[in-house]
T-cell receptor, first 116, second 112 residues
């Protein structure tokens, strides 16, 4: 089946530093990838949609200059949290849509970010 | 507005008994419907999906769901719960393939 990986799975950083999270589709090409944020015991909140080779589309209320998204290839998207603060601590999950399927999203295992 | 409602935030069943997780959607269009499972500190795993084919959908790990248009429901069931089924379950609806609408999740506890 379709597999999506994320790296790192867990990261701890100091306030003010930047953190990059990678999302890869391992066995399929993903023209569209999605980034979600999940708070404890809550559902997923869509942050942005990224299409290969173009700028990401951010959801209302998500700062595009703080959460930089790059989708440079059909198998890789990155999320960079710039100048991280403790309130950015969260579980970040990416998903990828199979090029051949118009509706199913396959999710990565998530990245736990803790900002001290 | 398009939305999806999971009627129970928490369900508790005994091992070996049936599981029912309820989901209703609101839409005037034909949706694609999904159930995902999330174990603690893990990503979401696709259990099953409905995309306008058979109304009874069979998924992995013995789960199945029935699409009932007249009731705008897509409830998830399993005949016999296993300890490993304890997790968070999300019902998701999609209309364009891009936008996913997530339910608030149902936490399933399985009692030994």
């Amino acid at each position: 089946g379709a597999v999506v990986s994320q790296h790192p799975s867990r990261v701890i950083c100091k306030s003010g530093t930047s953190v990059k999270i990678e999302c890869r589709s391992l066995d399929f090409q993903a023209t569209t990838m999605f980034w979600y944020r999940q708070f404890p015991k809550q559902s997923l909140m869509l942050m942005a949609t990224s299409n290969e080779g173009s700028k990401a589309t951010y959801e209302q209320g998500v700062e595009k200059d703080k959460f930089l998204i790059n989708h440079a290839s059909l198998t890789l998207s990155t999320l960079t949290v710039t100048s991280a603060h403790p309130e950015d601590s969260s579980f970040y999950i990416c998903s990828a849509r199979d090029y051949t399927s118009t509706d199913t999203q396959y999710f990565g295992p998530g990245t736990r970010l803790t900002v001290l | 507005a398009q939305s999806v409602t999971q009627l129970d935030s928490h369900v508790s069943v005994s091992e070996g008994t049936p599981v029912l997780l309820r989901c209703n959607y609101s839409s005037s269009y034909s949706p694609s419907l999904f159930w995902y499972v999330q174990h603690p500190n893990k990503g979401l795993q696709l259990l099953l999906k409905y995309t306008s084919a058979a109304t009874l959908v069979k998924g992995i790990n013995g789960f199945e769901a029935e699409f009932k248009k007249s009731e705008t429901s897509f409830h998830l069931t399993k005949p016999s719960a296993h300890m490993s089924d304890a997790a968070e379950y999300f019902c998701v609806v999609s209309y364009t393939g891009n936008q996913f609408y997530f339910g608030t999740g149902t936490s399933l506890t399985v009692i030994p």
